[in-house]
C-alpha cells in the first residue's frame, strides 16, 4: 500500500499580498499531484473550503496519520498554517513546504525551507516540471532521513512524538479510501447535470449504506453531497440532506447558507431570510451569505413587480443593501456588487452609491475574467457592466466571449437576458435609448435556443 501524502493550501484562485491572483488549483495539478504520485505516494487534498474552514475529526486525523504532508504557504491562508502548526506540533519530520517566488513567510516560519515556484502573469506555475521534481526528491529524501523538519522538534529539547496506534491508522487509511472514492462518484454525478445528475446522487445514496445515514459521514462528504445537488438544480434533495446532517455540522456556516439557499429556490424564502440573517447578526456579512439574502429579497421583488405590488420598492431597497454589504465585506467577490449596482438602476431615484462602487466592481469583475480558467459568470458580470456603463462595443465583445464560455447550460444565458431585461425596461420607463440592450437580450436566447436544441 503507498503512503498517504496531505496536501495543505488554498482552493481555486486567490490573490497574494502583492495583488497577484494565484491559481492554486493548476499548482496542485501542475505541481502537487504529478510530484506526489512520482514519489510514489497517495495524495489527499485538504478539504477546508469545502466545510467552510471548520476543523473536523477527519481533518485532525489526516493531519496526524498521514505519513507525509505538503503545505503551500504562498499567501496568509489561516486554516493552511493552523493545520500546519498541528502537522509540526505532531509530526516532527516528512512536512514539505512550497510557495511562490517573492512570498513573504511569517517570522516563526522563516527558520523553515520552503522549495519556492515561480509564477506567470496568469498565476500558474512557469515552472511546473522543475518545481514538481525538487519536490518528488525531498519527499523520497523524508523516507530516509530521521532528523526532524519540525520547528518545534528543532527547537524543544526532548520533546517527544504522540504514539500512534496502529490500528488507528488502519482504520483511517480505510476511510480515507472511502472518501475518495465517494467525492470521485459525487464529481461523475454532478458531470451528468440535470435529472440525469439528480438520479446518479439518488441512487448513490440508495445503495451506499453510510449515505443512507448522513449524521455519522465526515463532514467533508456531507458538504460535498450537498454542493452535487445543487449543481443538478436537487433543491428538495438538499434539503433533505441538512436535515439529515450531524447536529454538529447543520451550524457551520456554509451549511446553513446551502440549506438557505435550497429553501429559496423551493419558495420559502421567509424561512431562508430568517436563517441568513441570524447568521450575519452572529458572524458578520459576507459575500455569500448576503448575496443569498440578497437573492431571497430580488426574488421578492420582481415577484411583487409581476403582480404590481406596493411592496415592490421596499423588496428592491432590501436586495439592494444586502447586496451592497456583502460586497463591501469582501470585494473581490464580484457576485454582490454586480447585483447591488444593477438593482441600483431600477430605483427610482439614482442612488449615489452606484457613482462609487461601479468602478470597484468592474476592477473586481475585470481581475477574474481574465484569468484562463475564468467561467460564464465571469464574462456574463463583464457584459452587465458593459451594459450599464451603455458601452455598446465593449457589451459586444464580452457577449461574444461569454457565448463561447458556456457550452452546457442554456439557463445561465436566459438568467443574464432576465436581469439586461430589466435594466433595458426601466430605462425606457425613464425615456432614455435602451433599445440596443434589446439585441444583446436576443443574442442570449439564441445561445440558449442552440444549446437546448444540441447546436
Not at 405 to 412: I, L, N, V, Y
Request: net charge negative.
Amino acid at each position: 500500500m503507498k503512503p498517504f501524502c496531505f496536501v495543505l493550501m488554498p482552493f481555486g484562485s486567490k490573490p497574494d499580498d502583492q495583488g497577484r491572483i494565484i491559481d492554486f488549483d493548476a499548482i496542485y495539478q501542475e505541481i502537487i499531484a504529478p510530484a506526489v504520485d512520482k514519489a510514489n505516494l497517495d495524495g489527499i487534498r485538504a478539504d477546508e473550503e469545502h466545510v467552510g474552514g471548520a476543523i473536523h475529526k477527519p481533518m485532525f486525523e489526516r493531519l496526524m496519520l498521514c505519513e507525509y504532508a505538503i503545505a503551500d504557504l504562498t499567501i496568509a491562508n489561516p486554516n493552511v498554517y493552523y493545520e500546519l502548526g498541528i502537522r509540526h506540533a505532531m509530526r516532527p519530520r516528512s512536512t514539505v513546504l512550497l510557495n511562490a517566488s517573492g512570498t513573504r513567510l511569517p517570522f516563526d516560519l522563516a527558520i523553515a525551507r520552503a522549495t519556492p515556484y515561480e509564477l506567470g502573469t496568469d498565476g500558474r506555475p512557469t515552472n511546473a516540471a522543475e518545481a514538481a521534481a525538487r519536490i518528488t526528491e525531498q519527499l523520497v529524501k523524508l523516507g530516509e532521513i530521521t532528523t526532524a523538519d519540525s520547528p518545534i522538534f528543532q527547537l524543544v529539547d526532548g520533546l517527544k512524538p504522540v504514539d500512534i496506534a496502529h490500528l488507528s491508522t488502519d482504520v483511517f487509511r480505510e476511510r480515507a479510501l472511502y472518501s475518495t472514492d465517494i467525492k470521485n462518484r459525487l464529481k461523475a454525478a454532478r458531470d451528468l447535470k440535470g435529472q440525469a445528475g439528480r438520479d446518479a446522487l439518488d441512487k448513490m445514496i440508495a445503495t451506499d449504506v453510510d449515505l443512507r445515514h448522513l449524521a455519522t459521514v465526515d463532514a467533508g462528504i456531507v458538504v460535498d453531497l450537498l454542493i452535487s445537488y445543487r449543481a443538478v438544480d436537487g433543491y428538495q434533495q438538499m434539503v433533505d440532506v441538512y436535515e439529515r446532517a450531524a447536529p454538529e455540522l447543520k451550524h457551520v456556516t456554509i451549511m446553513q447558507e446551502q440549506y438557505a439557499f435550497a429553501l429559496n429556490r423551493l419558495k420559502q424564502g421567509d424561512k431562508a431570510e430568517a436563517i441568513l440573517k441570524e447568521l450575519i447578526e452572529k458572524r458578520g456579512a459576507s459575500s455569500e451569505t448576503n448575496g443569498i439574502l440578497g437573492r431571497v429579497y430580488k426574488d421578492r421583488y420582481e415577484q411583487a413587480l409581476e403582480t404590481k405590488s406596493i411592496r415592490a420598492n421596499g423588496e428592491l431597497s432590501r436586495a439592494i443593501d444586502a447586496y451592497a454589504a456583502g460586497f463591501e465585506a469582501d470585494w473581490r467577490d464580484a457576485y454582490p456588487g454586480i447585483n447591488a449596482v444593477s438593482l441600483m438602476e431600477m430605483q427610482d431615484k439614482p442612488d449615489p452609491r452606484q457613482k462609487d462602487m461601479l468602478p470597484v466592481v468592474r476592477y473586481s469583475a475585470l481581475r477574474r475574467a481574465r484569468l484562463p480558467g475564468a467561467d460564464y459568470w465571469d464574462h456574463a458580470t463583464m457584459l452587465e457592466l458593459a451594459v450599464l456603463a451603455n458601452d455598446v462595443e465593449e457589451a459586444s465583445n464580452w457577449l461574444s466571449s461569454a457565448v463561447a464560455t458556456e457550452r452546457d447550460e442554456a439557463w445561465k444565458f436566459e438568467s443574464t437576458k432576465k436581469n439586461l431585461g430589466l435594466i433595458r425596461r426601466r430605462r425606457i420607463s425613464r425615456g432614455e435609448d435602451a433599445e440596443w440592450i434589446a439585441e444583446v437580450e436576443n443574442e442570449l436566447q439564441d445561445a440558449a435556443d442552440r444549446l437546448k436544441s444540441g447546436g
